[in-house]
C-alpha cells in the first residue's frame, strides 16, 4: 500500500505532464502512487502516458468536467495515506515528499504541509 498519493489533474498537457510525472519519479521518497486523472484531453494524453509510463501510474479519462472534478475522481481513487496534489504544468523539486512526510508523521495532529510556491 502506496503512503502518499500523488494526484496530477491535467487537460491538453501533454507534454508539461510528463514533466510533472518525471518530478515524481525522481523524488527521494518513493513510497507513492502516481494518479493521473485527465480531464477530457484531446491531444493524445492517453496515448503518449501509456507508452512512456505504462503501469507506473494509474490513468483515468474522464469528460471534460473541470479541474475540481478531476481531482475529486484522484482522491476518491487514493490509497495513499496521505494526498499530495500536482499540477500538471507544475514540477517537484528531488526531496519534497522526503522533507514532508517525516513532518506529517512527527506530529498525528498535523493534518497539512505545503511549500513555498
Same mark, same amino acid.
Given at each position: 500500500m502506496p503512503r502518499v498519493s500523488v494526484i496530477i489533474p491535467t487537460y491538453n498537457r501533454k507534454d508539461y505532464v510528463q514533466e510533472a510525472i518525471d518530478s515524481? *519519479?525522481?523524488?527521494?521518497?518513493?513510497?507513492?502512487?502516481?494518479?493521473?486523472?485527465?480531464?477530457?484531453?484531446?491531444?493524445?494524453?492517453?496515448?503518449? *502516458?501509456?507508452?512512456?509510463?505504462?503501469?507506473?501510474?494509474?490513468?483515468?479519462?474522464?469528460?471534460?468536467?473541470?479541474?475540481?472534478?478531476?481531482?475529486?475522481?484522484g482522491i476518491a481513487l487514493a490509497q495513499g495515506d496521505y494526498v499530495a496534489l500536482l499540477d500538471s504544468d507544475d514540477l517537484w523539486l528531488p526531496h519534497k515528499l522526503a522533507r514532508q512526510i517525516p513532518v506529517l508523521e512527527a506530529d498525528p495532529e498535523l493534518v497539512l504541509v505545503f511549500s513555498y510556491a
Open positions: 515524481v *519519479l525522481g523524488q527521494t521518497y518513493t513510497n507513492y502512487e502516481i494518479i493521473v486523472v485527465d480531464d477530457g484531453s484531446t491531444d493524445g494524453t492517453e496515448v503518449a *502516458l501509456e507508452a512512456r509510463y505504462g503501469d507506473r501510474i494509474t490513468y483515468v479519462w474522464q469528460p471534460n468536467a473541470g479541474e475540481s472534478a478531476a481531482r475529486n475522481r
